[in-house]
């Protein structure tokens, strides 16, 4: 497997500085020139975008820019009429398919099952063998913070720490892409915080190729390499950023760094521009 | 204060109300009775219900056989209508539009006073136990298969969108997420078919029947023994508490993640 230049390390300055395509072969999630109508509204327009193999990418835009539908397309989960390519890992997308992993805004923790049957439930589903999948949960548990709340169930777990089972279910798969719907936006500022720094310690360890939605700017700026900004009615890509913040980076303290404030800066006026030119 | 004797506190301030309560209303009973007040011939009296229940549950098994019967007939209909319902709650969500269709045939007949077959499936049935399960599942039926939809409609779509991103075979589908994200409202439809159940035998007996509870209802009522239709009575809704208390209890088991 072709590695990318991604890990930067304390010292190291820029990613990915160019805003022009990666090699191909290192593409891993590539949209191009989507467009899809609902009725005869177009709510798609041209989109096209890359996600290089092993970066964490998110896509902002305000709500009703097609963010959420792009990633679904991706997903198989919906299958409206539509123009272009979408391909991810070179096939097109199909509903169940056991190179992704798709985690949604709310936890959808079954309350039914414990934390561990929980962090279970998706190799069970894809028919990974039940002692290596008990295993890789418990390890998943511990990493995200869950170990000795194995056996309890879900309505005695707070948001936070749901959504970290959510977490360890999403990577316990053993999928190369996961696809992230604004996985954070129902948790409170701290707790967020916190999940976004599991998050990317997860992505680091596991090397995962991360397309995630999210409308908090903040957010994708800490966690990303690259934010893809969308505008809205009809959703088109209105800007594409590489975030040359060095990593391992500290997510809380990111608040402290000027570049971060310059990066947030000239993004949003982008963002901004979109709104503006909307035809809401 | 000890914890023991906390609890014996608690103990007594909820039950000697109720002991005093119930001494007082049937004393009166009694001796409204006894003076002439009342006629024993309509209302029977506390102490002619207790000997009666002292002789036909104590010193003869008599009612327990009838009350055999009519929990014999209750938990069959139960079963049954249950069993079909859900199957047919099933058959209706993955074939809405066999549900749309069947729709108002089942409206009319839900409708319909079902103590107003029992003369049908006597005939059908004959005077025994059959023609009683057959009303309790007719009763049943129908609440289960509400509450089944409903359950199986109301389930959280985020955990069916997960499901299908992952992959999951339809028996998949239905065995991690649609029964056991069902099961709390199909339960409640449980309880109520349960009593509906009784219901419906207990009024098949007391129309015509060979044995059950209901049926010595309509005896002893006939003969003016009232002692004897007050403590069916009692036999009755004891019995109602009983069925429900159990589903409680299974309901709290299966459910205990709630």
Known sequence: ?280 | MSKNERLALEFGATVIPHAVFLGVFLGLWEYAVRVGWLDSIFFGQPSGIASFLWANLIQSASLWKEMGWTVFGTFSSFVLGSIAAILTGLLFVMMPRLERFLDPYLTAFNAMPRIALVPLFILWFGLGVASKIAIGVTLTFFIVLSSTIAGMRGLNQDHVVLTRTLGARPAQMFAYVTLPGAIPVIFSGLRLGLLYAMLGVVGGEIIAAEHGLGQSLAYLGSTFNMNGVMALLLILSVLGMTVTGIMTYVEKRLLHWQ
């Not at chain 1, 936890?107 to 028919?127: E, F, H, K, V």
């Not at chain 1, 936006?185 to 090397?207: F, H, N």
């Not at chain 1, 990111?254 to 000239?266: C, G, R, T, W």
């Open chain 1, 1 to 280: 497997m072709a590695m990318v230049q991604r890990l930067q390390f304390p010292g190291e300055t820029a990613s990915i500085k160019s805003v022009g395509k990666p090699m191909s072969e290192d593409v891993a999630i590539e949209v191009q020139d989507l467009e899809v109508s609902f009725g005869n509204r177009k709510v798609i327009d041209g989109v096209s975008l890359q996600i290089p193999k092993e970066q964490l990418v998110s896509i902002v835009g305000p709500s009703g820019c097609g963010k959420t539908t792009v990633l679904n397309l991706l997903a198989g989960l919906v299958d409206v009429p539509r123009k272009g390519k979408l391909l991810v890992g070179n096939k097109s997308p199909r509903l169940g398919d056991d190179r992704i992993a798709y985690m949604l805004a709310r936890d959808s923790l079954l309350p039914w099952r414990t934390t561990l049957q929980n962090a279970c439930y998706g190799m069970q589903i894809r028919g990974v063998p039940a002692k290596l999948r008990e295993e890789r949960a418990r390890d998943l548990l511990g990493r995200v913070g869950l170990a000795g709340f194995e056996n309890v169930y879900p309505k005695q777990l707070s948001h936070g720490m749901r959504q970290r089972c959510a977490l360890a279910r999403t990577f316990a798969l053993d999928a190369p892409y996961l696809l992230m719907d604004e996985p954070f936006g129902a948790l409170d500022a701290q707790t967020k915080l916190t999940l976004e720094e599991l998050l990317v310690e997860l992505w680091q360890q596991e090397r995962r190729t991360v397309m995630f939605i999210t409308h908090d700017l903040a957010e994708a700026i800490a966690i990303s390499d690259r934010v893809i900004v969308m505008s809205a009615r009809p959703g088109r890509i209105a800007g594409n950023f590489a975030i040359d913040l060095p990593r391992p980076r500290n997510i809380r303290s990111l608040q402290k760094e000027p570049h971060f404030h310059e990066l947030y800066a000239q993004i949003w006026g982008v963002l901004e521009d979109g709104w503006r030119h909307s035809d809401v």
